[in-house]
């Protein structure tokens, strides 16, 4: 085989996968377990890239490892049908790459978007925040609080928050209730369904794990001796992207902990783009675009908005990639499965302490928004209501209240 042969063979599954998560990345709306059920339909059923038990483990690892959940089942498919690195990359590319476009025109004009009616689409926003913060926690508090050690240890997540507040208190949370779910989580081992073999060598997933470990230990050092805000920047996304357990909507809190209370950004500005983020297809971790791009300290604009969005995505990916080689062997421990079952209880805990700030006492400002929220709530929990439609809905109440 020539070189030119050679390197047409590795381009054209990658060029595949581009195609293929660029389609999803325009057309995936309704947040990570709707992705889930969009990635089975399209690469499962239709292409048959993986089989179905096959699909199960790895919707299973990566909601094990902390991090988006569907960019890592994403990444994996990636490096599954392009053979490698590349073809993962192809895939969280073209499957981000949308949303993150969309997010960061919004950031562009959102300092020019002024008046009543302009203010009232912005307040729209702000309450459809929290009608999907309120239906995340119902979700998951049907899937991942199910007995009362559970419930206890979210409540226990929801005081430390509370009492500690910050990222300390988050980290804590989250750390207690895994050592918490040592002790009262191990119940019945999780079956796996079958085994998966990936094109990644332990060498490579070896090397993938230390510099997630490296990037986490690293930044914060520099940011203390050096002050240099750009690497603060990236410390503060790879953070909140490291410790994101159980979905994306988790990052809410973390993020809010990392840029509103340094000043970087405006609790209103927070709020307002992370109601948009409900409207747009694909991962709700572009986000970190948005913010990345409002933020008040440079860098800012389009640097912002790239080390952010590479920063908060980071940490997911290379855990993922580190762990294919291993998952196997470690989702068989009943301890890696009771600490699990236990820091995702935490997560829910603190997520509900995130509902109410900041994200309620910001937008429920009288008893109409209280009336829009709950309407916003019903339409996705009841009504199974496409979440852009109510973003829609949402953003033309809040302008009615505003102008009439």
Not at 44 to 61: N, P, Q, S, T
């Amino acid at each position: 085989m020539t070189a030119h042969d050679n390197s047409a063979h590795i381009a054209q599954p990658v060029l595949e996968v581009f195609r293929v998560f660029l389609k999803l990345g325009l057309t995936s709306f309704g947040g990570p377990i709707a992705h889930l059920g969009y990635f089975r339909d399209e690469l499962v059923v239709r292409r048959k890239w993986i089989d179905e038990e096959g699909y199960a483990d790895l919707v299973a690892l990566c909601q094990f490892l902390p991090g988006p959940a569907s960019s890592q089942v994403g990444f994996s498919l990636g490096v599954l049908r392009g053979n490698g690195l590349l073809g993962g990359l192809a895939a969280w590319l073209a499957f981000t790459m949308p949303s993150a476009a969309i997010l960061f025109a919004f950031a562009l004009g959102a300092a020019a978007f002024t008046g009543a009616a302009a203010e009232g689409v912005l307040h729209g926003l702000k309450l459809i925040a929290v009608a999907v913060v309120a239906q995340a926690i119902w979700g998951m508090a049907k899937n991942l609080t199910p007995d009362r050690e559970r419930a206890g240890i979210a409540l226990a997540g929801i005081a430390i928050v509370v009492f500690i507040g910050g990222s300390f208190g988050q980290i804590g949370a989250i750390a207690l209730g895994a050592i918490a779910g040592l002790w009262l989580c191990r119940g019945e081992l999780s079956k796996p369904t079958g085994y998966l073999r990936f094109p990644v060598s332990r060498h490579g997933g070896a090397i993938a794990l230390i510099l997630f470990v490296a990037l986490f230990v690293i930044p914060p050092l520099l940011v203390i001796t050096t002050g240099h805000q750009a690497v603060a920047v990236f410390n503060a996304f790879y953070r909140s992207g490291a410790l994101v357990f159980g979905g994306g909507h988790v990052v809410l809190p973390l993020l809010q902990a990392q840029v509103v209370a340094p000043g970087w950004v405006t609790n209103e500005f927070f709020l307002t783009g992370y109601g948009l983020a409900q409207a747009v297809p694909g991962p709700l971790f572009t986000f970190a675009t948005y913010l990345g791009t409002v933020m008040g300290p440079a860098p800012n604009g389009v640097a912002g908005a790239f080390i952010a969005l590479l920063a908060i995505f980071l940490p997911g990916v290379l855990l993922v990639y580190g762990m294919l080689p291993y998952w196997d062997a470690l989702r068989l421990r009943p301890t890696a499965q009771a600490a699990m079952r236990g820091a995702n209880a935490a997560v829910v805990g603190i997520l509900g302490a995130a509902l109410y700030d900041p994200v309620w006492t910001s937008a429920v400002l009288s008893p109409w928004d209280f009336a829009l929220a709950l309407a916003g709530f019903l339409l996705l929990t009841v009504w199974k209501t496409q979440p852009w439609i109510v973003v829609v809905l949402l953003a033309a109440g809040g302008t009615l209240l505003h102008v009439i």
